[in-house]
């Protein structure tokens, strides 16, 4: 966010990452995304989501129940972090990466904000509106329910209030080399290059299969997924590949817990990935999860819903953990010897058609019939209005 300053012109004088609910980033992360130079200097500052944050509108109830399918009927706090919306910068720089996203359809654009620097109430609520609208009815689109109210939240209350511009890249694979690089780079202050974005994002991280897997293999980095919060992107990106009946296998070495922090470690583990309808049964009588809507929204995007089983083969969660959980275990020495051989794509071991995917982090896979006709394989989620806390409590991880 830079500023004019007499006699030294235009000069960068904040830098915020935008993380959500996720931990400040360590030293050795700074250095690795933005350069051992600038991690030297003192721009930087941590968005505080429990206190630095200012709610600056509401999209209207009427939006949200929509969205929740009459589940949820409040409004939606447009929140940002103070430092951006009351800092007086002469401009502020929105910079991120177009990918298929889970909870958004599509990351970027104004998520970076309304969530990345935004608070508690609205991540917590936008999580969970995502989640009961169905991640199949989501993921890859750039125009969906909750799209809408942070749309209208840009609209009404940032464009021509805030001197907001969006850097906006798509990354891919190079075909040759292997090597992650940039395919498209747009710049503008309003939706049109988001939109720009997107559509080359999903000619470049989105992999529409002709033939559904029965069993496919995720790998998750070591040093990237320390969590089934996080390595549960196995799950959501190929959700829409997988054969009625198949298997998701994920390799996960660095998989040591099931939440990002103790409060939501401790809730995974109470409850489990057990799906929708059970989960939203659960969230009727159980006042922890009315609080912690980011929770609930998890542990519905973690459920196959039955469709497909999911075996997690963790680096450090033992056996009884992981199935108490409502996951499947694998031994990871054993399946790691079996499939982690293999390349990106199709491959077979022991006579047996497998699709592996490195980095689940880069792409959506889908299979025709479902990324068409949408839905999230449930039978529902019980119907109704449920109730929602109105303290909610943080958790790490969101955003």
Request: net charge negative; with cysteine; hydrophobic share 30%.
């Given at each position: 966010m830079p500023n004019v300053e007499a006699n030294e012109g235009m000069k960068v004088t904040d830098v915020m990452p935008a993380l959500g609910?996720?931990?400040?980033?360590?030293?050795?992360?700074?250095k690795t995304m933005f350069g051992e130079e600038m991690c030297s200097s003192d721009v930087f500052r941590v968005h505080d989501w429990r206190n630095d944050v200012v709610t600056i509108g509401h999209a209207p109830p009427s939006m949200v129940s929509a969205a929740t399918q009459g589940m949820v009927s409040k409004p939606w706090p447009a929140q940002l972090n103070k430092l951006v919306w009351e800092g007086?910068?002469?401009l502020v720089f929105s910079i991120g990466q177009v990918v298929p996203h889970?909870?958004?359809?599509m990351a970027n654009y104004n998520k970076n904000l309304f969530v990345g620097v935004g608070g508690l109430d609205a991540i917590n609520l936008s999580h969970f509106i995502g989640a009961v609208y169905g991640m199949e009815n989501m993921m890859g689109k750039a125009s969906n329910p909750l799209k809408d109210i942070l749309n209208y939240a840009s609209e009404n209350f940032l464009e021509?209030?805030?001197?907001?511009f969006y850097i906006l890249t798509v990354m891919g694979t190079n075909a040759d080399s292997g090597e992650l690089e940039m395919k498209g780079l747009f710049f503008g202050n309003d939706i049109k290059c988001y939109l720009a974005a997107?559509?080359?994002s999903l000619s470049v991280n989105f992999t529409m299969?002709?033939?559904?897997?029965m069993k496919v293999v995720v790998h998750l980095d070591e040093d990237e997924f320390h969590s089934t919060w996080l390595g549960n992107k196995a799950i959501y990106r190929?959700?829409?590949a997988i054969a009625t009946g198949g298997e998701l296998i994920v390799l996960g070495p660095g998989v040591k817990r099931f939440g990002e922090d103790d409060g939501c470690d401790i809730l995974?583990?109470?409850y489990g990935y057990v799906g929708t309808p059970k989960i939203m049964e659960l969230m009727r009588e159980n006042e922890d999860l009315q609080n912690n809507l980011s929770v609930v929204a998890h542990l519905i995007h973690g459920s196959s819903e039955g469709r497909f089983d999911i075996t997690y083969c963790p680096g450090a969660l033992s056996q009884e953990e992981v199935e108490k959980a409502g996951f499947k275990y694998a031994d990871l020495d054993e399946m790691t010897a079996k499939y982690g051989h293999l390349k990106d794509g199709w491959g077979e071991v022991d006579g047996e058609k497998v699709f592996y995917i490195s980095n689940p982090a880069l792409g959506l896979w889908a299979h025709e019939s479902r990324f068409e006709k949408g839905g999230n394989g449930r039978e529902g989620s019980g119907g109704g209005e449920v109730p929602v806390g109105e303290n909610q409590v943080g958790v790490g991880g969101s955003g």
């Open positions: 609910t996720h931990a400040p980033m360590t030293e050795e992360q700074c007086r910068h002469d889970e909870v958004m359809g021509n209030k805030l001197p907001l997107c559509e080359l299969l002709e033939e559904a897997p190929t959700r829409m995974i583990r109470k």
